[in-house]
């Protein structure tokens, strides 16, 4: 993966074929945790990830901007991206063999997905700041005539405990009708 400047840019990103576990709730609270570690868990089992630890956020109801629900009300899909799609039978067995670690194996699946084009952007500082980062991005969408088209991705470089992390903003996006 290239990295993605810490100035917003447009980019198509490939179709990705990756590990998911899907939940609700605040980012580093005990569901978030457990769905990581069960990503982690069968993903080990499977020869390990190909790339960072990613996540696709959103809120039920919570207006033009979904972030600002409160924490405990987010929903997210969680991503361990994969080298390419697993033969059928592999997933199973990997859950299989990452029970005895006591994660929540079964709730991890494959998907694949492609996002079209996007903006994107690295984010550097606490996640509690992004907001800054995305009104720039806003703005950015808004002098092209792009809309917010799918959800909220958000790609992680650094471990959630990194006093200064660092993550790439992405945003799916199309041309605004008019």
């Given at each position: 993966m290239t990295p993605a400047p810490v100035?917003?840019?447009?980019?198509?990103?490939?179709?990705?074929?990756?590990?998911?576990?899907?939940?609700?709730?605040?980012?580093?609270?005990?569901?978030?945790?457990?769905?990581v570690r069960a990503l982690y868990a069968v993903a080990s089992m499977m020869g390990g990830p190909a790339g960072p630890l990613e996540g696709l956020w959103w809120a039920e109801d919570a207006g033009p901007?979904?972030?600002?629900?409160?924490?405990?009300?987010?929903?997210?899909?969680?991503?361990?991206?994969?080298?390419?799609?697993?033969?059928?039978?592999?997933?199973g067995r990997a859950r299989e063999q990452a029970r005895a670690s006591g994660a929540a194996v079964d709730r991890v699946q494959v998907v694949s997905f492609a996002e079209g084009e996007c903006v994107q952007m690295v984010h550097e500082g606490p996640y509690s700041e992004e907001k800054a980062s995305l009104d720039v991005m806003d703005a950015f969408m808004?002098?092209?005539?792009?809309?917010?088209?799918?959800?909220?991705?958000?790609?992680?470089?650094?471990?959630?405990?990194?006093?200064?992390?660092?993550?790439?903003?992405?945003?799916?996006?199309?041309?605004?009708?008019?």
């Open positions: 100035r917003p840019e447009l980019v198509h990103p490939e179709p990705a074929t990756c590990l998911n576990v899907t939940g609700m709730g605040e980012p580093g609270g005990t569901e978030h945790m457990a769905a901007n979904p972030l600002d629900a409160p924490r405990d009300q987010w929903r997210w899909h969680l991503l361990l991206p994969l080298p390419g799609a697993p033969e059928p039978e592999a997933l808004t002098e092209r005539g792009l809309v917010r088209n799918g959800l909220h991705h958000e790609i992680y470089l650094t471990d959630f405990t990194d006093p200064n992390p660092r993550t790439i903003l992405r945003q799916p996006v199309a041309r605004a009708a008019g």
